[in-house]
């Protein structure tokens, strides 16, 4: 349920500050927002896999520390990178 390595290459690049930025907290939050997209996918039809489950949930709570980082250090790059990723907030 990991992303490919293609998929993953053309979000680095869409996110990405400079080039070989692969850290970065946009780059690492839209990683984990694609990460969590394929896996509620997965549990439209695997309604009792538990153990995907919790790792879903810490994935969405690693996501949540992340975005509250950014909001709080450069409030103008969260507000773009939540309407880009399609985020609530």
């Known amino acids: 349920m990991a992303l490919f390595t293609y998929?993953?290459?053309?979000?680095?690049?869409?996110?990405?500050?400079?080039?070989?930025d692969t850290g970065s907290s946009e780059v690492q939050i839209a990683l984990l927002t694609y990460?969590?997209?394929?896996?509620?996918?997965h549990f439209k039809t695997h309604k009792?896999?538990?153990?995907s489950r919790m790792g879903l949930v810490k994935l969405v709570n690693r996501r949540k520390r992340l975005l509250t980082y950014l909001r709080e250090t450069n409030h103008e790059t969260y507000t773009t990178l939540i309407g880009e990723l399609g985020l609530r907030k």
């Open 7 to 20: 998929q993953k290459e053309q979000v680095i690049k869409k996110f990405q500050r400079k080039t070989m």
């Open 35 to 41: 990460r969590i997209r394929e896996l509620t996918e």
């Open 48 to 51: 009792k896999d538990e153990h």
